[in-house]
């Protein structure tokens, strides 16, 4: 009886199951790498409706982070400036500046009871996972840690994935990043060398008995 089909296809079964191992590898793969907060989030830097910047308020300036962030040492959440904060200056300051636009239509002539500035959030953690900002930089973990070197940014952008495991990271070995109280809020502070910093960080953690949570209910709640 004659054979229906030619030879070849006897191989085919076998290369249709290495070409399906082979695209599962390769969209595993692409999963593991685009689909992580490393790559889908650092460097996210949105468009702001005022476009703020961080570099003439801090660096030439001198402003402290809590001048405007001032919730941070006493609440889970940091806020945004309310737009009283920024017309503390701006009544004054750069008054007619089209760029502020925004703020003074917020503003109001005073009643602050205009369109509020809808700020586009940039850090942003999912809703099961519990942080508390006030617990972390009343321990001596700077604003640094997690943002980055916000003074040098013409425009915030996301610096760190601030996923879980970048935070179990910390969690596991605090004494990387814990600095004394008052230069928590310093973005140009750094320890003189790592061994500095470890020494240093050790001190702290057994003097503030700081023992922070690697297991999942410490921020899953």
Not at 94 to 121: I, T, Y
């Amino acid at each position: 009886m004659a054979n229906f089909f030619p030879k070849w296809t006897n191989q085919l079964p076998w290369k249709v199951v290495v070409c399906v191992g082979v695209l599962g590898m390769a969209v595993t793969a692409g999963m593991t790498y685009y689909f992580t907060p490393k790559y889908t989030r650092v460097g996210y830097q949105p468009t702001q409706p005022v476009p703020f910047e961080h570099t003439i308020h801090v660096e030439q300036l001198g402003m402290d982070c809590r001048y405007c962030h001032s919730h941070v040492e006493v609440a889970a959440h940091s806020n945004v400036p309310e737009v009283q904060t920024c017309m503390s200056c701006h009544t004054q300051v750069k008054a007619e500046s089209p760029r502020l636009a925004a703020v003074r239509e917020a503003w109001n002539g005073g009643a602050a009871d205009g369109p509020p500035v809808n700020w586009v959030q940039v850090h942003k953690l999912p809703d099961y996972v519990y942080f508390n900002h006030a617990v972390h930089v009343n321990r001596g973990v700077s604003c640094f840690s997690c943002h980055g070197a916000v003074n040098e940014m013409k425009t915030v952008y996301q610096h760190e994935s601030q996923s879980m495991s970048w935070c179990l990271d910390c969690h596991r070995a605090p004494e990387n990043a814990l600095r004394p109280p008052d230069e928590v809020f310093n973005m140009n502070w750094k320890a003189g060398s790592v061994k500095e910093q470890r020494e240093m960080g050790l001190k702290f953690k057994e003097e503030w008995k700081v023992n922070p949570p690697t297991d999942c209910g410490g921020c899953h709640r």
